[in-house]
């Protein structure tokens, strides 16, 4: 689906078709959409296909021949139920956004296999003095809701595992253990994730790809603040999810020792009588 929008008085709205200075948003596009975008908006077919591929990692690339550039960022989201072998469990995952500098039209077009929760917020005008035609301080601004949205996320994560922690303090039960780690596995791509958004991060801050304003610049420190707050963020809460997990599988063993000794205790207790009423039972003399 390809969706067009151009800002006025710093409000997005919707047009019906390309305008010089617009934003184009692509989302889960057919073959002929994949085509258009290299036929039409004359995008670098290498840079259709990262931006398209799931697995790709954040960077910044340029194409020295168009002067294209190719900015690729992770993006958190919940994982659907029906992709989890256990609905139950909340686990997050990340996936890339890809954002096109075309300037020959000066086209700012964002790519993407999946929703995003920040793409749509910009697309309903949530959020105020948004200028499409003002291209890096446009991508300023989505990297900034972006790492947001990363602190919303792991604010989340931290709230779960304190009431996973306060359930297996009254009972140890697999499901919680078994929570903990999908929480583990979201805090260890969260982490990936942040560091790659960090080093792209301070790429477009050189201004070798990008042209950076001096208005701009005050935007990317505070990008480059948030970003840094997550990663922080992402790693306290990786020890203090190690550290619980270590604690309890402690408690887990010294209780596994509690309850063998003590059955090593009645076994002992119970061979005694077994020992007496042996020796009366033999068929000796005396």
């Given at each position: 689906m390809v969706s067009f929008f151009k800002s006025e008085n710093g409000k997005v709205q919707k047009i019906d078709a390309l305008e010089p200075g617009c934003w184009v948003d692509v989302l889960e596009p057919t073959a002929e959409e994949r085509l258009w975008?290299?036929?039409q908006?004359?995008?670098?077919?290498?840079f259709v296909q990262a931006a398209f591929d799931d697995e790709e990692t954040a960077h910044i690339d340029m194409d020295e021949d168009t002067g294209q550039v190719l900015v690729i960022v992770d993006c958190p989201f919940i994982e659907d139920a029906s992709e989890m072998a256990d609905s139950s469990i909340v686990q997050y995952d990340t996936h890339p956004l890809s954002f096109v500098f075309v300037p020959e039209q000066e086209y700012f077009v964002t790519l993407s296999l999946r929703r995003n929760e920040t793409i749509a917020d910009f697309a309903h005008s949530r959020y105020r003095n948004v200028y499409t035609?003002?291209?890096?301080?446009?991508?300023?601004?989505m990297l900034l809701r972006i790492t947001q949205r990363y602190l919303v996320c792991l604010r989340s994560i931290n709230r779960q595992i304190r009431e996973y922690e306060?359930?297996?303090?009254?009972?140890?039960?697999?499901?919680?253990?078994?929570?903990?780690l999908g929480l583990e596995k979201s805090l260890v791509?969260?982490?990936?994730?942040?560091?790659?958004?960090e080093s792209t991060a301070s790429r477009i801050g050189t201004g070798r790809m990008l042209d950076i304003y001096e208005d701009d610049r005050e935007l990317l420190d505070d990008v480059m603040i948030e970003i840094r707050q997550a990663v922080e963020m992402c790693s306290i809460y990786t020890s203090i999810l190690n550290g619980i997990t270590d604690t309890f599988s402690s408690v887990i063993s010294n209780n596994l020792n509690f309850t063998m000794r003590t059955l090593t205790i009645i076994t002992l207790v119970m061979a005694i009588p077994t020992i007496v009423f042996s020796f009366y039972g033999m068929n000796v003399e005396g």
């Open positions: 975008l290299s036929q908006l004359l995008i670098v077919p290498e035609d003002r291209r890096t301080r446009f991508l300023l601004q306060r359930t297996l303090r009254k009972s140890m039960r697999n499901d919680e253990l078994m929570k903990m791509y969260f982490s990936t994730s942040l560091q790659g958004l």
